[in-house]
């Protein structure tokens, strides 16, 4: 478990990421971290967006779903 000090950062509040989280994360300084609700009701922090992946997901179904109208499109 890797453990966060809350702290202040101007005048809001922020935590310091340590190294081994950032290594674990591979995240470097400037880069969006996002803080998503779990199934079990806590929290998860992750570099990815949330919005991208279900945007992701969308266009998978449709390329699926589309895959003769897409392929025709290609030619």
């Known amino acids: ?7 202040t ?6 935590f ?10 591979k995240v470097a ?3 969006i971290l996002y803080l ?3 199934p079990d009701g806590g929290y998860r922090l992750t570099p990815y967006s949330p919005d991208f992946e ?8 449709i390329m699926h ?5 897409l392929r025709a499109l290609a030619k």
Do not use: H, Y
């Open 65 to 69: 779903e589309d895959r003769d109208i």
């Open 54 to 61: 279900r945007q992701m997901s969308l266009a998978e179904t």
């Open 9 to 14: 950062v101007g005048s809001s509040v922020g």
């Open 36 to 38: 998503t609700e779990a």
């Open 1 to 7: 478990m890797i453990a966060f000090k809350v702290t």
């Open 29 to 31: 300084k400037g880069d």
């Open 16 to 25: 310091i990421l340590p190294k081994a989280a950032q290594e674990r994360l």
